[in-house]
């Protein structure tokens, strides 16, 4: 058994996956709709997926959620609807700039940006603004179309912890070695088993490293029982 076998395995055992949890995966089971797993992963930055599905729920009532709904609520009105998710002045810019490109280069249908190439889909993704690496993995890896493991602050600080990474190594060297350690249909159960041991256990501030099913595994619990 692999080491990604193992953890997961273990993660598996103690966690069950509660989709309102994880806003991009309940979006997408509510809706299949990728235009609006996007709004939400977007709206998911930087704060938790409580505050993001409560901005979600509101821009849905108060404005609608498609491209061209949000552009023609303009700029003020999107900001009031998601002012609860924080940091509403620049993720608004992004909600009506992404609904312009995607109705200026792709009709307004958003299927069509996500046609073709895994790869190149990804790069399109990209392009549009608020969408980095890790918002295009999430949209991209929630909805099936590529398999990769989100590099978020929790997966990130786990994976260093265990010694499955070396710290400050990029996004992408994180997300090639985690797709090294999980198989390709393991990866995204790992993304959110990780973010739920790290919510709970493996926290960024004072980790219950003693109640913890992987140290046995880590090499940070190995490093501080030894000083
Ligand atoms: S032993 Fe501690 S640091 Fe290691 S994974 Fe568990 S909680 Fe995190």
Redesign the pocket.
Known sequence: MTVGDEVLRRLRMQYRIQAEEYVSLYTHLQSRDPFRVLVATILSQNTTDKAALNALKTLERDVGLSPPAILGAGRRRVEKAIRMAGMYRSKSQCLLEASRIIVERYGGDMWNLLKGDAEEVRERLMELPGVGGKTADVLLTTMGIIHTVPVDTHVR??ST??GLVDEGASYEMVRKRLEDVFSANSRHLAHLLLIA??RR???ARR???G?????D?????KE?RKN
């Open positions: 600080r786990i912890r265990l041991h790290g256990v493996c926290r980790p219950l490293c109640d913890c099913v992987l140290n595994l880590c090499k940070y619990y501080i």
